[in-house]
Structure formats: C-alpha cells, structure tokens
C-alpha cells in the first residue's frame, strides 16, 4: 500500500485525499530511527545491551529492526502471549518480564524455551518459583530464570535482604533452574520528577540501593551474570551506573505525552513519532470542535490528555467512546474535514486498540504493520 500526498499538505501531513480513513495510528519513520539510534548509542557508550521492550508496539517488524540495530541485544516481552507471536516471527532471544503460574501456561513457557537459543523468565517469591520448577522438570528441561527486585516501586519484586538471597540460592539449587541474574524497574523514580537533575539523582540512588542487593546475593555465594534496569525514561541515567549489564526500554521507540512531560530536558513533540490521525466531525461552535478519536482511539488509561502534533490552536479536552472533545482558542481556523494528528498519554495502550500502524517518511506511506501481538494477554 502506498499512499502520495498532495504537495501541500497543511498543518496534518495526511489530508482526505490520502485515502487513509480515520481513526489511524500514523509513525513517523523519521523520528523512529532517530529515537533508536539515541538509545543504541547511548547502550554502546555505556556497554550495557539494549534489549528492548516490545509490549509498546507488538510488531514482530519493529521488533526485529529493535534487535538487529541493538547488535542482537534481544527483546522484552510482556506476556508469554507476545513472546510466541515474536518467536513465531523468528526472534530467538526473548526475556519474559513476568511471572507465569498457571500449568498449562507453564506448560507453553518450558516448551517455548527449548526453542529459543535464549530465553529467560520472571520470578518473585517461592509461589511462583516451585512451579516453574515443577513444570521444567516435567519435560526434562532447564529453564533460565531472572529474580525480579523490588527497590521502591512497590509492584512485584521481593524487597532486598536475607528474604532476597534465599530464594536466589532457591533458585540456583532448583535442578531445572538456572539462575540468570536479577532486574529491578525503577518506575517509582519518576513520581514528581521537575529537573533532569532530580531524575538522575533518584536513579543514581536507586542503582546503589539495587548494587547493595546484588553484593549480598553475591557474597552468600550465587554469582549475579545480569542485572537488568530500566524503563524509557530512566534507562540513560539507571544504565550509567556499574551494577547495570542491561537495560530494557519499550516506549521510547515512539514517546506519548508522558515522556514529553517527564523528559522535557531532551523530547519536544517531533520526537514522539506516533500519532492518532483523526478527522474533524463537528464543529457546533466558534470555540469547540469535535473529532472521531475518543477512548476507543486513544487510550484514556492515565490523566494526561492527547497533544495536538502539529496545532497549538487547540486543546484535547475530554472524550467519550467515539467523540473527542477540542477547545479552540479565537483565531483557530479549523473546520469540519480537517485532520488533526493526536500525541497519545499513553502509546503502549493505544497501540493495543489499533489492528493496524501506517509507517511514514517524506509525505508516503511506506510500511503497513499489523498488530499482530494485539491481545495477546494469556
């Protein structure tokens, strides 16, 4: 599918004659390859692996470039669901950052593991640890398997200590486990962050906090060969410090109105490369417009609102299921037709209400991705 643009475009780079009906989740593929290249370098600079989250996207495509461009780092998945999506695609280094307990998903997990020429999982506590174990052993396997910490988020993670270091000896003395190493997600990090200097102190003090941890699993006598940290907006500060080997960002790939807030210091919103292109179905009033982008578009799961990419003649207001709601201000010129492309709050769950990504790059469509981890939550 390739789709021309007429030579003026206006302020949405994709107008009516395009032939793209709307809603549409819209890439820059400009913007793509300037966010990747900055957390390569970044991953290259620091000798940490770049093994990237592919919950944000669920597009074998993306993830393989992810992987390819990361010097094979590999990929993070969500659920056991995307990690077979993405191993069906011929990915075959995948970490599942999430605990799995039901046998018959244990069941898929063993299998899906001898598979692979790497593959790891997620565990917390001996209420999920004994049944991988149980499982592995079952069909005469050996599963690697990542101890998850809890430094302050306050999720899943076991908190550091005496507790911790048991099940790490748990782990490595279970006879169909292999004790791979330990991650910790330094979300709560971000919480009222106002300075990129106030963001990298939080993560400093955190990675010493997690490099605490990992001595006293050390010292009672389990080697530590990874520790894995890191979300889009705390990867560039948690991957400076020593006890990192590796850092798993998803959304930076394509940013959202949320890391434009928290990463002010360095994204403006030509780095956010998705977009929600919606067209103007109403306009009732000289100050108020209505568009076919609402909750079953854009995810509404956070309290940000979507950001205009290329207006600032109009806020997001509000929005029902199939309406979103626009305030103009007085010198707006917009009309019923026009389009408006829309930064979402969150990119990770908007993707998930979309069957299809349209890549773009110099005005044309160029690459048509489906979604094909889309759902996959079992």
């Known amino acids: 599918m390739t789709v021309r643009t007429p030579g003026d475009a206006?302020?949405?780079?994709?107008?009516?004659?395009?032939?793209?009906?709307?809603?549409a989740v819209l890439v820059d593929l400009d913007a793509v390859d300037r966010n990747v290249d900055d957390y390569v370098t970044f991953a290259r600079e620091h000798d940490v692996t770049l093994r990237s989250h592919v919950k944000t996207h669920k597009?074998?495509?993306l993830a393989h470039m992810q992987h390819r461009r990361s010097g094979g780092g590999g990929i993070v998945c969500q659920t056991l669901g995307e990690a077979e999506v993405m191993a069906t695609s011929g990915i075959d280094d995948i970490y599942l950052s999430y605990m799995v307990v039901e046998p018959s998903k244990l069941d898929r997990l063993v299998w899906l593991s001898e598979r692979l020429s790497a593959f790891a999982t997620t565990v917390d506590c001996r209420g999920n640890i004994d049944p991988l174990q149980s499982a592995a052993a079952r069909h005469d396997a050996v599963v690697t398997t990542i101890l998850e910490l809890d430094i302050g988020y306050g999720r899943v993670g076991v908190e550091p200590g005496d507790h911790a270091i048991e099940l790490a000896r748990h782990?490595?003395?279970?006879?169909?486990?292999?004790?791979?190493?330990?991650?910790?997600?330094?979300?709560?990090?971000?919480?009222?962050?106002?300075?990129?200097?106030?963001?990298?102190?939080?993560c400093e003090a955190a990675m010493d906090e997690l490099a605490v941890a990992v001595a006293e699993i050390e010292d009672a006598g389990v080697a530590v060969p990874e520790v894995k940290v890191g979300g889009t907006a705390t990867s560039k500060f948690s991957g400076r410090h020593p006890v990192a080997t590796e850092i798993n960002p998803g959304m930076y790939i394509f940013n959202d109105t949320g890391e434009l807030s928290i990463r002010s210091y360095e994204l403006d919103r030509s780095d956010c490369a998705l977009t929600v292109l919606s067209t103007v179905i109403s306009k009732p009033a000289a100050d108020r417009a209505v568009v076919d982008a609402g909750s079953k578009s854009i995810s509404m799961d956070t309290d940000r609102l979507p950001i205009a990419k290329h207006r600032d003649d109009l806020s997001y207001e509000r929005a029902s299921e199939e309406h979103g709601w626009l305030t103009l201000d007085g010198a707006s010129d917009l009309a019923v037709g026009d389009r408006v492309e829309f930064i979402p709050p969150h990119?990770?769950?908007?993707?998930?209400?979309?069957?299809?990504?349209?890549?773009?790059?110099?005005?044309?469509?160029?690459?048509?991705?489906?979604?094909?981890?889309?759902?996959?939550?079992?």
Do not use: Y
């Open 59 to 61: 597009i074998p495509e």
């Open 171 to 202: 782990i490595r003395d279970a006879p169909n486990l292999a004790f791979g190493g330990v991650m910790s997600f330094e979300a709560h990090v971000k919480s009222g962050v106002d300075s990129r200097a106030q963001l990298e102190r939080r």
């Open 10 to 23: 206006g302020p949405s780079l994709f107008d009516p004659v395009d032939g793209i009906e709307t809603p």
């Open 347 to 378: 990119v990770c769950t908007t993707v998930n209400l979309h069957d299809t990504l349209l890549g773009h790059r110099d005005g044309e469509i160029r690459s048509v991705w489906d979604v094909q981890a889309r759902g996959k939550v079992k």
